[in-house]
């Protein structure tokens, strides 16, 4: 579907940090736990022996005051662990009684277990960063870009740049295999150029990185650099900034044909929809008069994926029609001075008899603001013909304006097209406040419902139904007739390769890390495994908090075995209750391996393009602080990995 | 101030173990060396013996199992350390896809020296090695030879005070070695320390200052060179511009006898291999095309002094 945007989860935002860092903090402790189990034993007990290449504390610890602090914040985290792990088991066990009473008693031991959580992530964090810190002091980022520039050469001057060339072999004969609508003919292209180019890059970026710094071990080069002053950490640096420069450029390079490719020949119908850069103003959405409905959701149409619900037309009976309601924030200036204001929208038509051929199915929108008084329609209406009969230039424009009222009567909405509704400007100078008397006025409306600006979608056609979703509408902030349409798309489409960049900075600062103290084989396997397993994050974590059909293994395998159908409830005998029980363990395992797999999800950006929408800056920024957050860990890991390492034993 | 100990390893010792903590060979035992600025100090020992070993210990790339050993005062695994040591690995591991300049560059930028003085001391050194004419080749197209050189240029790009070297003269042909061996002693008059493991016996003594043998990761003989050769009951006595007639054997042996001594052998001495090579190959050089004739056109020569005048008399020289 072309012309909105389907967002399964709502992008991350600014104001969704805190709570990542919350989460971050809490998943990070598990791993510390591990980790200064490691360090402390390796401190303590082994001293300047070695286990397996990793050597002695001397090098992992330097500093006499890094073993107490490492200690102490050892029994902190385990202490929080212990706790975090009691309180889930007691809100586990209260939500197995009924009431009122032991929700309150779910809700606190949740509470609990996660401030416990947090401080033994916070514990982990001190004891395992504080020498990683401490060590990262002592980097030179002069050595660093000596070995940045080494990786660099080397994967130039080892050629693998000749592998992308059969990237232009997919883009020269591709065409010969795809036939689209006209429409979809640039969607399809951009489309192509991803899927062409994501594999390749990942997979070469994957192999580069991964046989790096065995490659360097088994043939000792490693010796001689690391016999300078040279900070094992700078090696891994070195290591991860070259392999991504020269990705970079490479990406750079590629996204440059790949946009000369898209932007030839593009149909005018595939031009309307998807050669822009559209930067969509998205409201809130709730329904009215829906039949046993809460406001959150409108009618169910019995579809499968429940993205979307309805809200249907007229069906004979009496009653206030159905309603879908986007609430919109106060506006800018911006809005306000501009003639017109496109409305976009696509809706999914739910047709319950045949209708009439050839045409779609009728809406009406109305727009309100905050200042709107009900019933003022017919005194609108009035006001209108009043101003088209003493002819005036733009009357629609001036009731919008005086009442906070714009309405269209009809509008036809057909499958698979985006709508749109030009409106008054008129109507954003209504809804800002003129003072803060006004404006105090309008927040107490927006809290009792009444939003400063405010869609109505009504369903006009008989029997039928429209299916929407919250990004199924929205107002265009940029001027849709403002031309350059190719410069913003491809900006936009530059934009959408920083997802790909994250991807490509992830799997090789992934393989790299892992490539520290593993043969390169090994680093590429659990490197690409790694990866190739975020894009499968979503099953993973229903199979981790048990939300997936038919349970966990054991379940499944007693499902298998008695021939029950994986919806239908199992019987309970004592071979079900243990199969359960020993998912449950299950379970918790795979709910902290799980924080291991990236969640790759998140840097996927070409619908944007395809779909012709512009890419916030706010979620590219989300998007690498995302990708921080997921490789700080593994930096951490490496930085102890390498500095334990003897480089010299035997490979 | 000659005389310091920079180098000091105290019951050193390295045990290399499996996985799983389990032994599998202990490459050195107790090792207590000293080693002080200014001088050659050589490890000799059989393969195996620990001398590769202990030079990566130093450097920081194993970590002991016991004892430990300080470089400059410093724990060998700091890397400050390294600030002021250069290292010549035994096969020069360097990166083959750079060119001689590129690679100086590369490790001059490890030390952060300044880009200009870099550039100055590549060159330096890429003259000093004979590699100018090569400086732009990659180091893949490199004999083994030129790889130790550009091997040595980059264990001095840092004007090091210490100098370690793992055979040095590994994979040089004679010519070469000596080149190498006049510039380690072209180090020690600098003020350098050396350090050199070498299985060229010949190399060590004569470039030397104090040496150690280890066998088996355990120190089996260490001090001066000239006071570990020298064999104290034996004496020998060089002479020149006099004829070695039986006479002369023979009122030798009386002196030696009267003494209460015993002759083991009186003869004309021999030059080392390595000198007789070095003599020929300049003398080449000094008379371009010469070439030493087939035995078949050669005068029997009755005496080795005028086996030496067949090759020197330019009448027994065919020309090319």
């Known amino acids: 579907m072309l012309g909105v945007l389907i967002f399964e989860r709502e992008p991350l935002t600014l104001g969704d940090i805190p709570a990542l860092l919350w989460v971050w903090v809490q998943a990070i402790g598990p791993f510390a736990l591990i980790g200064m189990f490691l360090l402390v034993g390796i401190t303590l007990r082994f001293g300047k022996w070695s286990l397996g290449t990793l050597g002695g504390g001397d090098q992992l610890l330097p500093r006499k005051w890094m073993r107490p602090l490492v200690l102490v914040c050892l029994l902190v985290c385990l202490a929080g662990t212990i706790a975090r792990a009691y309180f889930l088991a007691r809100a586990s066990a209260a939500a197995n009684l009924a009431g009122i009473a032991t929700s309150n008693a779910v809700t606190f031991n949740l509470v609990a277990s996660s401030i416990a959580g947090f401080v033994a992530g916070l514990a982990g964090l001190v004891g395992v960063g504080t020498p990683f810190l401490y060590g990262c002091l002592n980097l030179s980022w002069r050595r660093i870009w000596g070995l940045t520039r080494l990786s660099f050469m080397e994967g130039v001057r080892r050629r693998i740049l000749y592998v992308f060339s059969a990237l232009l072999v997919v883009l020269m004969f591709a065409s010969w295999f795809i036939s689209t609508k006209p429409e979809y003919q640039l969607a399809t292209y951009v489309n192509l150029v991803a899927l062409a180019m994501t594999p390749l890059l990942l997979f070469a970026a994957n192999l580069v990185s991964a046989f790096s710094i065995p490659a360097d071990i088994r043939q000792q080069t490693i010796q001689t650099v690391l016999t300078k002053p040279v900070e094992r950490f700078e090696v891994v640096l070195g290591r991860f900034l070259g392999y991504v420069g020269l990705m970079t450029l490479i990406l750079v390079v590629l996204n440059l044909v790949g946009v000369l490719y898209v932007l030839r020949g593009i149909d005018p119908e595939a031009a309307a929809t998807s050669l822009k850069a559209r930067v969509p103003w998205y409201g809130k959405l709730a329904f009215e008069n829906i039949k046993d409905g809460t406001g959150a959701r409108g009618e169910s149409v019995g579809r499968e994926w429940e993205y979307r619900s309805y809200i249907s037309g007229p069906m004979g009976v009496e009653g206030p029609p159905a309603l879908a309601v986007w609430s919109f924030p106060e506006p800018s200036s911006t809005l306000a001075n501009r003639g017109r204001v496109r409305c976009e929208f696509e809706f999914d038509i739910y047709r319950t008899t045949k209708g009439f051929e050839n045409r779609g199915v009728l809406c009406s929108l109305t727009y309100t603001t905050w200042r709107f008084q009900k019933g003022n329609e017919a005194a609108a209406r009035a006001r209108l013909k009043e101003l088209e009969d003493a002819r005036d230039p733009d009357p629609v424009g001036k009731v919008a304006e005086e009442f906070g009222y714009y309405k269209v009567e009809s509008k036809t909405v057909a499958d698979y097209h985006t709508e749109f509704v030009e409106i008054p400007g008129g109507l954003f100078k209504n809804a800002i406040p003129k003072d803060a008397a006004e404006r105090k006025e309008m927040d107490a409306l927006a809290k009792d419902g009444i939003a400063p600006i405010a869609v109505r979608v009504q369903c006009l056609s008989a029997t039928q139904y429209l299916g929407m979703a919250q990004p199924d509408l929205y107002l265009r902030l940029d001027d849709a007739e403002g031309g350059a349409d190719r410069l913003w798309f491809s900006v936009n489409f530059f934009k959408s390769a920083t997802g790909l960049w994250m991807q490509l900075c992830l799997v090789i600062g992934l393989a790299v890390c892992l490539s520290t103290n593993m043969t390169g084989v090994i680093a590429f396997l659990i490197g690409g495994v790694l990866f190739v397993g975020g894009y499968f994050r979503e099953f993973i974590q229903q199979v981790a908090f048990g939300a997936n059909v038919g349970g966990g293994p054991l379940e499944s395998l007693v499902r298998l075995t008695t021939r029950t159908t994986m919806n239908a409830p199992l019987e309970q005998t004592v071979t079900t209750n243990v199969a359960q029980s020993l998912d449950e363990g299950f379970r918790v395992l795979v709910r902290t391996v799980m924080n291991v797999i990236p969640d790759v999800s998140w840097f996927g950006m070409t619908d944007y393009v395809a779909a012709g929408f512009d890419i916030p800056f706010g979620q590219v920024v989300m998007n690498l602080l995302v990708l921080l957050g997921y490789l700080l860990p593994w930096f951490v890991l490496a930085y102890y990995l390498m500095k334990g390492r003897e480089i010299a034993a035997a490979n | ?320």
């Open chain 2, 1 to 320: 101030m000659a005389g310091d100990v920079i180098v000091s390893t105290v019951r050193l010792t390295k045990i290399f173990r499996d996985f799983w903590g389990r032994q599998k060979k202990t490459a050195l035992r107790a090792l207590n060396l000293e080693i002080r600025r200014g001088e050659i100090f050589g490890l000799l020992g059989p393969n195996g013996s620990g001398k590769t070993t202990t030079i990566k210990l130093l450097l920081g790339l194993l970590f002991p199992t016991d004892g430990e050993a300080t470089v400059f005062g410093a724990p060998a695994a700091d890397v400050r350390k390294n600030e002021k040591i250069g290292y010549l690995p035994e096969e020069s591991y360097l990166y083959r896809f750079l060119n001689a300049e590129e690679t100086l560059d590369f490790y001059g930028r490890l030390f952060n020296i300044p880009p200009a003085e870099r550039a100055a001391k590549s060159q330096k050194l890429i003259e000093l090695v004979g590699l100018k004419a090569d400086r732009k080749r990659i180091l893949r197209e490199y004999s083994k030879g030129m790889r130790q050189r550009i091997g040595l240029a980059q264990a001095l790009i840092n004007d090091p005070d210490l100098v370690i070297l793992d055979e040095p003269t590994s994979g040089l042909d004679p010519l070469g070695a000596r080149w190498m061996k006049n510039l380690i002693a072209e180090l020690r008059n600098q003020g350098k320390t050396v350090i050199m493991c070498s299985h060229r016996l010949e190399d060590v003594q004569d470039i030397c200052d104090r040496i150690a043998i280890l066998a088996d990761g355990e120190l089996q003989a260490y001090g001066e060179v000239k006071a570990l050769l020298q064999d104290i009951n034996r004496v020998e006595l060089r002479a020149s511009d006099v004829p070695l007639t039986p006479a002369l054997r023979k009122e030798l042996e009386e002196v030696i006898r009267k003494h209460g001594g015993k002759v083991d052998s009186v003869g004309h001495p021999t030059t080392t291999l390595e000198d007789y090579f070095l003599r020929i190959v300049e003398e080449s050089k000094a008379h371009p095309g010469r070439r030493y004739l087939p035995e078949a056109d050669k005068k029997p020569a009755t005496t080795p002094a005028a086996a030496s005048e067949q090759i020197q008399d330019p009448s027994r020289i065919q020309d090319k």
